[in-house]
């Protein structure tokens, strides 16, 4: 029996063209690669900001005087409403204090439809089952008018009305904006209905 021997395989010397098609393929794929990964990440992104709900911009605001009564008031009135009217801020939320017709040193109002504020009202009856809303130390008496709801701060030594209209949300907040301002200009009375007292 004769072995059969077979001549190792010599090392195959690589092509140069075929090193350098390999060379000009993946010097082409790389970046073609980059270029496809940018474009899938930032329609990615695109997608995800117009699926994220954008803010509206505000709608524009009235700036035109609101139409507001000035009744005759008293010194001590008249002194506790250029306190509180001097506290008062330039924006309640997003809504800016616009002028009123009457009365700027006892009235202000803010957005459209403007929330009014009146200080020194004649202050109402309090019926003995009324909710009264104890908010921020001072005592509200919420009633409902014809489109709108009317707090009265009934603890005060100085009657502070604030109408917010019926087509704001949780009108009673809108009120509460205004209770530290109240708390801090006028002077509390202990005369006060039950549901004052906290």
């Avoid at 117009?50 to 507001?68: D, I, K, L």
């Amino acid at each position: 029996m004769t072995a059969t021997v077979t001549p190792p395989t010599p090392p195959r010397t690589p092509d140069p063209g075929t090193r350098k098609a390999a060379l000009v393929a993946a010097a082409v794929a790389v970046p073609v690669t980059l270029l496809v990964a940018w474009f899938l990440v930032s329609t990615a992104i695109e997608n995800r900001e117009a699926a994220t709900p954008q803010p509206t911009p505000s709608r524009v605001q009235a700036t035109t005087p609101v139409e507001m009564a000035a009744p005759q008031l008293g010194e001590r009135d008249t002194l506790a409403c250029r306190a509180l009217l001097s506290q008062l801020p330039d924006t309640v939320r997003d809504r800016p204090r616009r002028p009123v017709t009457a009365g700027p040193e006892q009235n202000a109002a803010y957005g459209d439809p403007a929330i009014q504020v009146a200080c020194g009202l004649p202050r109402p009856a309090v019926p003995p089952t009324a909710d009264l809303l104890l908010m921020d130390g001072v005592c509200w008496y919420p009633a409902e008018q014809p489109g709108a709801t009317v707090f009265t701060a009934i603890d005060r030594e100085t009657a502070v009305q604030v109408t917010v209209p019926a087509s704001y949300e949780q009108r009673g907040f809108w009120a509460n904006e205004f209770s530290k301002r109240v708390a801090g200009s006028i002077r509390s009375i202990t005369d006060v209905p039950s549901g004052c007292r906290g």
